[in-house]
T-cell receptor, first 111, second 114 residues
Framework: EAGVTQFPSHSVIEKGQTVTLRCDPI?????LYWYRRVMGKEIKFLLHFVKESKQDESGMPNNRFLAERTGGTYSTLKVQPAELEDSGVYFC?????????FGSGTQLSVL | GENVEQHPSTLSVQEGDSAVIKCTYS??????FPWYKQELGKGPQLIIDIRSNVGEKKDQRIAVTLNKTAKHFSLHITETQPEDSAVYFCAAKTGTDSWGKLQFGAGTQVVVTP
């Protein structure tokens, strides 16, 4: 069974540019989550999809972040325009119940 | 909202010794406490979890204890091996949140030296 796949694994961009992260959840998992870990701190919840619907987006930092999950399959997280403080590791996770399966993350560096 | 504190931030142990990581939480409504292990280059992986109606759970060399009165929970690893070296995260979920909306601690870097 394929796990949660994230692309790209690393991204280096300049302040003001746009970056789009992609997550392919485990097939059949209705729940998809985005998390972020900044500079060795805690992993912070960003948002939760149930199929194609946003169930909870209370953790999204601001309106520069846009998440989509068209068709209820893969999801994208776009940051536009990127700021220095957006640097960190972005994790995607999927689940059918309480156990979350995480991807390897995207390391985003904004210079 | 929920706040989870995790200690220590780094832990170095000799192979064969035990390792203990402690977490405290603030929201008495929290009811689910998973522990994740993150190895280098990989995402966090669930290793054990406990619900608020249970005081202790064990799985081979790892165990988790929960003290609801004091609002803290701990991970115990016995007979540590080099492959136990990783970053460990505790987490908590409040009763009203979805299963996947977790509040994580800042992580503990565990190094097991042969």
């Amino acid at each position: 069974e394929a796990g949660v796949t994230q692309f790209p694994s690393h991204s280096v961009i300049e302040k003001g540019q746009t970056v789009t992260l992609r997550c392919d959840p485990i097939s059949g998992h209705d729940n998809l989550y985005w998390y972020r870990r900044v500079m060795g701190k805690e992993i912070k919840f960003l948002l939760h999809f149930v199929k194609e619907s946003k169930q909870d987006e209370s953790g999204m930092p601001n309106n520069r972040f846009l998440a989509e999950r068209t068709g209820g399959t893969y999801s994208t997280l776009k940051v536009q325009p990127a700021e220095l403080e957006d640097s960190g590791v972005y994790f995607c996770a999927s689940s059918q119940a309480e156990k979350l399966f995480f991807g390897s993350g995207t390391q985003l560096s904004v210079l | 909202g929920e706040n989870v504190e995790q200690h220590p931030s780094t832990l170095s142990v000799q192979e064969g010794d035990s390792a203990v990581i402690k977490c405290t939480y603030s929201d008495s409504a929290s009811n689910y406490f998973p522990w994740y292990k993150q190895e280098l280059g990989k995402g966090p992986q669930l290793i054990i979890d406990i619900r608020s109606n249970v005081g202790e759970k064990k799985d081979q060399r790892i165990a988790v204890t929960l003290n609801k009165t004091a609002k803290h929970f701990s991970l115990h690893i016995t007979e540590t091996q080099p492959e136990d070296s990783a970053v460990y995260f505790c987490a908590a979920k409040t009763g009203t949140d979805s299963w996947g909306k977790l509040q994580f601690g800042a992580g503990t870097q565990v190094v097991v030296t042969p």
